[in-house]
């Protein structure tokens, strides 16, 4: 059964850069879709940027231009490198899968496999 794990949060002033890992138990250059979710205190779970199964990458326009998602196969890792960080930046960031998808979806509820979230906090 994949399971994912979500490492890297942390921290950082408005302007700095984060880093996260989500580690799948399963090779990550299956076919099958990924996200990034991340919810803040009293808000819904929000998108951040979906991977389809082919790599291809599509991001919310909040973090257009700041975030980069990409895959390393070879460690079975999704990364998520997070630039020129905002305090709206600030929540708890989730990783996501759908190992019977090959495209990924705005909607958290078409994703069955959630790592256990990492906490980004940024400072004004």
């Known amino acids: 059964q994949l399971q994912l794990v979500e490492s890297g949060g942390g921290s950082v002033q408005a302007g700095g850069s984060l880093k996260l890992s989500c580690t799948a138990s399963?090779?990550?250059?299956?076919?099958?879709?990924m996200a990034w979710f991340r919810q803040a205190p009293g808000k819904e779970r929000e998108g951040v940027v979906t991977?389809?199964?082919?790599?291809?990458?599509h991001y919310a326009d909040s973090v257009k231009g700041r975030f980069t998602a990409s895959k390393d196969s070879a460690k079975n890792t999704l990364y998520l490198q997070m630039n020129s960080l905002k305090p709206e930046d600030t929540a708890m960031y989730y990783c996501?899968?759908?190992?019977?998808?090959?495209?990924?979806?705005?909607?958290?509820?078409?994703?069955?496999?959630w790592g256990q979230g990492t906490q980004v906090t940024v400072s004004s």
């Open positions: 991977v389809d199964g082919d790599g291809s990458s």
């Open positions: 399963e090779y990550t250059n299956s076919n099958y879709c």
């Open positions: 996501a899968a759908d190992p019977w998808r090959k495209y990924g979806s705005w909607y958290p509820y078409e994703y069955n496999v």
